[in-house]
């Protein structure tokens, strides 16, 4: 594969024989069991299990180029907050402006939350986060690294629909799934939850993916999950 490929196939070896399809239908159906199932798993038993078939695997990356985009944008906001503490206005059209305490609140917020946004687009740039994987579709769901609030897995049974939503004119796609409340319960914090919440009133699912820092386009993004999906309909769901 040329090195300048944006998604990365990942197929191990172990395949059990062609012939032998219903014994790979039963391991297949063994493994998504396995995976999706609640009981603690060893490590002995992920592998045991992931040797028995073949796994298929596209992996999308974090696109080092828009985190750099990201990197420079948060630089200059701080750069603009950091003009507000410092410099003194007294000549602006807009009064407001003129209000030390105003410009000195507002400039601090500014740095505030774009040195938050730098210090994690850094983390990412130098590889945070991406020894998991941006973001991975194989046989038996999605799984979700791309950023620290990330989703995690997302089992093909879990699965309802994939769609796109337009926020704010922005393109973001959606996986509705069939119990929503299981995803929203597993994030760690009352704000995540929070925001899940909001986000499953406004799209109609609490799973909402941007494609921002990854290497792909939503549509594009879209298409390749949908392909997944529709193999683990007609292979998986037998």
Do not use: C
Not at 91 to 120: A, K, M
Not at 152 to 179: A, C, M, R, S, Y
Request: aromatic share 10%.
């Amino acid at each position: 594969m040329p090195s300048n490929s944006k998604l990365a196939t990942s197929v191990p070896v172990s395949a059990s024989p062609t012939g032998d399809t219903k014994q790979l239908e039963t391991r297949q159906k063994n493994l998504q069991q396995l995976v999706s199932g609640n009981h603690k798993k060893t490590r002995r038993q992920i592998l045991n299990i992931h040797k028995m078939i073949q796994i298929e695997s596209t992996e999308i990356t974090t696109s080092k180029t828009k985190l750099l985009g990201l990197i420079f944008t948060s630089l200059a906001f701080i750069a603009i907050g950091l003009w507000m503490i410092i410099v003194p206005r007294t000549d602006s059209v807009f009064p407001i402006y003129n209000n030390r305490l105003i410009t000195v609140f507002f400039g601090t917020l500014d740095v505030v939350f774009f040195g938050f946004g730098l210090f994690v687009f850094i983390l990412q740039f130098f590889g945070y986060r991406l020894k998991q994987g941006g973001f991975k579709i194989d046989n038996f769901g999605i799984t979700d690294n791309s950023k620290k609030s990330a989703f995690g897995f997302i089992p093909w049974e879990d699965v309802k629909e994939i769609t796109i939503t337009k926020v704010f004119n922005k393109k973001i796609l959606t996986i509705i799934v069939h119990n929503p409340q299981k995803y929203i319960d597993r994030q760690g914090t009352i704000m995540r939850r929070k925001a899940m919440e909001t986000d499953y009133k406004l799209t109609g699912s609490p799973i909402n993916i941007s494609t921002g820092i990854l290497n792909t386009s939503t549509d594009k993004l879209k298409s390749i999950i949908e392909n997944k999906f529709d193999e683990y309909k007609i292979n998986g769901s037998r």
